[in-house]
């Protein structure tokens, strides 16, 4: 397979992935076609700083997901909440202190994710000069910094994927 067609069947599994992802029923598999396509388009240019800057935010983003879950049955054990059945004994300001701290915790595993995220496509809009790219690292960024409201995080990471959508077909068209 030529230089050109790798980087044409990648840009085409990252544009399947990052409409799976606007879905957003169907995102994890878009999120894995995403990580194959950033492996096949590193391959395809040449340029390892793509595939690196995947893994480090793969690898901080699962370890942010590591942390979150053993904070959060540390702390249900810690309130004595049944892990079976959690909804027994409800203490609502204990749920809120609870919820904040999980926040703060996982707050910077977020932003370490998405720093690495959207420098993928930063590196990325370089090596293919499809300026998409850099919309989509953008609206990344911006995801990333409001990770603390869920919702509002949610709508900027869809822009940011929509952008990723139009990158992805300016580089299947080129």
Known sequence: MTRYETVKSAAKLGLVGSMLVLTMVLAPIGGLLLLI?????????????VWRYTLYSLLIGIAGIAVVIV????????????????????????YNIAYAVVVVVFYPFVVGSNYFWRRVFVELAVVSRVEGFN????????????????????????????????????????
């Open 135 to 174: 919309a989509t690292a953008r609206w990344v960024w911006y995801s990333a910094l409001v990770g603390v409201v869920p919702v509002v995080a949610a709508v900027l990471a869809w822009v940011a994927y929509y952008h990723a959508y139009w990158g992805f077909r300016a580089l299947v068209g080129s």
């Open 71 to 94: 904070v959060s049955i540390l702390m249900a054990v810690y309130m004595g909440v049944d892990l079976f059945y959690p909804y027994s004994s409800p203490n609502t300001v204990a």
């Open 37 to 49: 396509a950033m492996y096949r388009l590193s391959r395809g240019f040449g340029d390892g700083l």
